[in-house]
């Protein structure tokens, strides 16, 4: 395993790459278990977007879709309303072609890097074995946009406290997080598969330009950038959380309209 | 001029080692020019295959300090000056002679595809399509068939799968015939079942090594994939290809609208 003939620093990239991303799954791992300081005033936190209900504490309740925290989940359930919604917005992060790519080289050593042999496999399978599940990357593609319009939601909400039309600190950040996003979804590569991609002929029938292939050029325009898409929402998403829960704990105050 | 240490490999099929020779160097040589210093003034029996020195014929494909290149497109400077440049063939195809090796596999896997199949000709015996529809493939048609991204490839370097995997090289080929406007021939299946789109599981390392910079990954596998998706796991696409796409009625419809117009 790792050889290779390479002089270069090859493993700086993966291990980078590996760590930022592990940071990340432990915040939201600790962050979703934790079922509390995810909602302040306006503000709700997007690892909790869409709130379902509350949390048992009566945490939440104006943002809350179905309020209460249900009677019938089992007790062996962790008592956070994340648990029932961070699985969507993470199986489009985890059937992501720029995913796969990142963590089969970083975490499945599958190549650990360009001529730098991987973990030996006696059957290796590629994505026809179990991996087949990463073609239901066009489904979480829908559910990913569904998300989209939901952070936007919250953004909107964010504009008003008590009824009153307002902006926060807070409000600009609860914006950004679904315009990354939508910079993400928009430039994925199912996206534009399913946009114009899968057309062989652009112009066909006429010979005249179609709106499928202008939106093609536009999305493959943000597919080049589709990593710096990646990264960006991913790392904002954690950082509208951050930003929740410590305005939330009253840890930091939100400069706002409303308070100033 | 300065003198650097190079290393490389020769041997045959049943093995071989590392020769170190010393090279007067000059400033813009490029890696091939110092094989064929070590073949001009060192060792004439030195193999290497090489024709255009331009970056253009894809012959002089090897394995710089272990990272596949082409020898003609790889300055001296991009090494420390006290660094030794190893050069050795390339790992996933059996070595004929020192850096030369035996590519004839892919001319296989290239002979399997089902060839160029295109439309009827329009009625006044032309064929016609706009250049924005063969844009995509226009960029697949830079290939020089180096061979470098098959050989970085790790389903057949490391993996050995080589009857299971085509490689990108041929998947950047299918993908230039499966977007030709005027192509009618369905490779779908064949991409899934024949030439293994299945077993790329996407790390990009064709990609990073095209010394044409083609997107293989982004504009060739990925896309090929997703049509396989169309096709296979997603009922809905499946239908909506049946009844629009490459079939005789979308083809009918086609024909009957160019009709109208004239």
């Not at chain 2, 998706?229 to 909506?240: A, I, N, R, S």
Request: charged share 25%; hydrophobic share 40%; net charge positive.
């Amino acid at each position: 395993m790792l050889a290779t003939q390479r002089t270069d620093k090859w493993w700086i990239e993966p291990t980078l790459t590996a760590f930022g991303f592990l940071c990340f799954v432990i915040y939201t791992t600790w962050r979703a278990f934790s079922g509390e300081n995810f909602v302040a005033d306006n503000y709700l936190s997007p690892f909790y977007s869409p709130l379902l209900f509350e949390n048992p504490a009566g945490h939440g309740l104006d943002h809350s879709w179905f309020g209460s925290w249900p009677t019938w989940v089992p007790n062996w359930i962790p008592k956070s309303p994340a648990i029932f919604i961070l699985i969507f917005p993470l199986s489009f992060r985890m059937t992501c072609y720029y995913y796969r790519k990142f963590y089969y080289r970083s975490f499945f050593l599958s190549p650990p890097a360009c001529a730098v042999e991987g973990i030996k496999q006696k059957n290796y399978k590629g994505e026809t074995g179990f991996l087949i599940i990463q073609n239901l990357h066009r489904y979480t593609l829908y559910i990913a946009l569904l998300y989209i319009l939901i952070l936007y939601y919250d953004g909107y909400h964010g504009l008003f406290r008590d009824g009153t039309f307002g902006i926060g600190i807070g409000t600009i950040i609860l914006l950004i997080n679904p315009t990354l996003l939508a910079f993400y979804a928009f430039g994925c590569h199912a996206f534009r598969h399913l946009i114009g991609g899968k057309e062989d002929c652009f112009t066909c029938p006429a010979g005249n330009e179609k709106i499928k292939y202008k939106a093609w050029k536009k999305v493959s325009l943000l597919n080049s950038k589709h990593m710096l898409w990646a990264w960006a929402s991913m790392i904002w998403v954690a950082l509208t959380d951050l930003y929740v829960m410590l305005v939330s704990k009253g840890v930091i105050t939100d400069l706002n309209t409303w308070n100033n | 001029m300065s003198e650097r240490k190079f290393s490389v490999w020769k041997g045959t099929p049943e093995g071989g080692k590392l020769h170190d020779y010393s090279i007067e160097v000059d400033k813009g040589m490029v890696v091939l020019d110092v094989v064929h210093e070590i073949q001009k003034l060192h060792d004439s029996n030195l193999a290497a295959r090489w024709n255009c020195k331009a970056g253009k014929c894809g012959s002089c494909s090897v394995e710089i300090n272990g990272k596949p290149k082409l020898g003609c497109m790889t300055r001296l400077n991009e090494y420390g000056e006290d660094e030794t440049i190893t050069i050795r063939p390339i790992k996933t195809f059996p070595i004929i002679k020192d850096l030369v090796t035996d590519v004839s596999w892919n001319y296989e896997q290239n002979k399997k595809i089902a060839p160029f199949k295109p439309r009827e000709r329009d009625a006044d015996g032309n064929h016609r399509f706009m250049q924005r529809d063969v844009d995509r493939v226009q960029e697949f048609r830079k290939c020089i068939e180096c061979y470098l991204c098959q050989n970085v490839c790790h389903v057949l370097r490391d993996h050995e799968k080589k009857n299971k995997f085509v490689g990108p090289r041929f998947m950047l080929r299918l993908a230039s015939l499966e977007m030709h406007p005027l192509d009618t021939e369905n490779r779908i299946e064949d991409i899934k079942k024949e030439y293994g789109s299945g077993m790329c599981n996407i790390t990009r390392c064709c990609t990073d090594v095209c010394p044409e910079h083609i997107q293989i990954t982004d504009n060739a596998i990925i896309p090929l994939k997703e049509r396989v998706v169309d096709e296979y796991y997603d009922p809905f696409m499946k239908l909506y290809n049946k009844i629009f796409k490459k079939s005789k009625l979308r083809i009918y419809i086609i024909k009957s609208y160019l009709v109208t117009l004239r």
